[in-house]
């Protein structure tokens, strides 16, 4: 089983910035993705930005620019770096991971239990 932790959430003002962490633990052989999504009040779950192992990474389009994802493969662990926040920026953020559990090759789907940003002067 595999267990994700997020952290660095909270309250910041329109323009600030904010960093959200997320760590992976348990079995695992091997994670090829890790995303972020988030989740405002009254709209469905979206992804935010993801990372794979190589490094390529993906960004929605109202983050780009703004938002940094990165990932450190020996921790299993990624970041999200948020400047320039907005207020719908605010949402409960989601980390996930995408791998391999052992050698025998059992696939996990992980979600973390979601870290809150408000974005409010």
């Known amino acids: 089983q595999v267990q994700l932790v997020e952290s660095g959430g909270g309250l910041v003002q329109p323009g600030g910035s904010l960093r959200l962490s997320c760590t992976a633990s348990g079995s695992i052989l091997g994670i090829y993705a890790m995303g972020w999504h988030r989740q405002a009040p009254g709209k469905q779950r979206e992804l935010v930005a993801s990372?794979?192992?190589?490094?390529?990474?993906y960004y929605e389009d109202s983050v780009k620019g703004r938002f940094t994802i990165s990932r450190d493969n020996a921790k299993n662990t990624i970041y999200l770096q948020m400047n320039n926040v907005k207020s719908e920026d605010t949402a409960v953020y989601y980390c996930n991971a995408d791998g391999v559990a052992d050698r025998r090759g059992t696939l996990f789907g992980s979600w973390g239990q979601g870290t809150q940003v408000t974005v409010s002067s």
């Open positions: 990372i794979m192992r190589a490094g390529d990474t």
